[in-house]
């Protein structure tokens, strides 16, 4: 089944233990991005990548990470967390340019940070 | 920014239509999107516009308007598993791996 896994889909964890936030997919998509929703703000994009090694800050990239070192995995770090970043976060790829393919999206990772 | 505006919030009856609007910044426009999201599940892609018009999909239509900037979501003949909040999502050509969202229309249908 074409699809898109993050893991874990629930987090808790402390102040500034670090935690990576995993995300694999398998449709052969080049694109990859990141994406946290808070109520009223709606998803927000943290981080994409348009191919292996080539990633760009999207609009909230402050306080986080990616890697894109295989084509199917895009995880996303944390190195410091903040209760501040406790938000819900989507992975996504895309078949090609997302501005006129739109993104398919993971089932999502509920972080708390205390 | 490119701001997204949509309502926050409608509600209608099972059986009638209702109608969701989006506004956006036009400059660098490259498409827009309608997903739709339950509660606790992820976003699920349900039409992209690029040009001007309406594209109809069984009881879910998208219109567009490039020169105001403006775009709506029709859901016709509500059914109860459509209670589901509706984002719209903008393309832009300042870069191509961005996809930008709105804070998205809860729709509450009711019996």
């Known amino acids: 089944e074409a699809q898109v896994t993050q893991n874990p889909r629930y987090l808790i964890t402390v102040t500034g233990k670090k935690l990576t936030v995993t995300c694999s997919q398998n449709m052969n998509h080049e694109y990859m991005s990141w994406y946290r929703q808070d109520p009223g703000l709606g998803l927000r994009q943290i981080y994409y990548?348009?191919?292996?090694?080539?990633?760009d800050k999207g609009d909230v990239p402050e306080g986080y990470k990616v890697s894109r070192k295989e084509k199917r995995n895009f995880p996303l770090i944390l190195e410091s967390p903040s209760p501040n970043q406790t938000s819900l976060y989507f992975c996504?790829?895309?078949?090609?340019?997302?501005?006129?393919?739109?993104?398919?999206f993971g089932s999502g990772t509920r972080l708390t940070v205390v | 920014g490119q701001n997204i505006d949509q309502p926050t919030e409608m509600t209608a009856t099972e059986g009638a239509i209702v109608q969701i609007n989006c506004t956006y910044q036009?400059?660098?426009?490259?498409?827009l999107f309608w997903y739709q999201q339950h509660a606790g599940e992820a976003p699920t892609f349900l039409s992209y516009n690029v040009l001007d018009g309406l594209e109809e999909k069984g009881r879910f239509s998208s219109f567009l308007s490039r020169s105001k900037g403006y775009s709506y979501l029709l859901l016709k003949e509500l059914q109860m598993k459509d209670s589901a909040s509706y984002l719209c999502?903008?393309?832009?050509?300042?870069?191509?791996?961005?996809?930008?969202f709105g804070a998205g229309t809860q729709v509450v249908v009711t019996p």
């Open positions: 036009t400059s660098g426009f490259n498409g």
């Open positions: 999502a903008r393309g832009g050509t300042d870069s191509w791996g961005k996809l930008q």
């Open positions: 990548s348009m191919n292996v090694e080539v990633t």
């Open positions: 996504a790829s895309s078949l090609g340019t997302p501005s006129t393919y739109g993104y398919t």
